[in-house]
């Protein structure tokens, strides 16, 4: 997961470019003003474009952006401004995970227990990222520093969102197999 990667990402990025506490605290809140502003205008585009396309653009977005994070350049003071754009940006992208979801499981599930479990699975999820996350990021930083990290990670999502994209549905009437579910 990219979210719970970040601060890992910004430690190691720190301590390359001896960046003061202050400037750590300018690079981490990058992330939150268009991540919590987002959240009710990626709901009006969800449910007008369709939850799996604006999930397939999050996760093809993030991707993106994991790469240009990985590929800021320049001096010293200068790295901080295309990172910080990048932490921005990835606010923004991250935005619609939860409004999107919550009309697949609209869409997906019917009223009723079903539905109230099938919207804990990526809470889930992202515990399980929160628990791997510190473990797995410092330990490849380490071994292939935080670019390479901030890279693989960005083309892992993008491998994903490709399976994601071919498999998704906004509902079972737009399901691309034969559905077995009913309500």
């Not at 979210?3 to 809140?29: K, N």
């Amino acid at each position: 997961s990219i979210r719970p990667a970040l601060p890992l990402l910004v430690h190691e990025i720190v301590t390359q470019f001896h960046l003061s506490l202050g400037e750590r605290a300018f690079l981490l809140s990058a992330f939150s003003p268009l991540y919590i502003a987002g959240q009710i205008p990626s709901s009006l585009a969800a449910k007008r474009l369709g939850a799996t396309r604006l999930l397939s653009a999050n996760v093809f977005g993030n991707a993106l952006l994991m790469a240009l994070f990985a590929a800021a350049g320049g001096g010293r003071r200068a790295r901080l401004w295309p990172l910080w754009g990048c932490m921005f940006a990835m606010g923004l992208a991250q935005s619609p995970l939860i409004p999107a979801n919550q009309l697949l499981v609209q869409a997906w599930c019917p009223p009723g227990p079903e539905r109230a479990w099938s919207l804990h699975i990526p809470v889930w999820g992202s515990h399980i990222a929160m628990v791997l996350t510190p473990i797995l990021v410092p330990a490849l930083c380490a071994r292939r520093g935080w670019r390479a990290v901030s890279l693989g990670m960005g083309l892992l999502s993008a491998v994903l969102g490709l399976v994601w994209h071919g498999m998704a549905a906004d509902g079972p009437s737009s399901w691309r197999g034969r559905p077995r579910i009913t309500a």
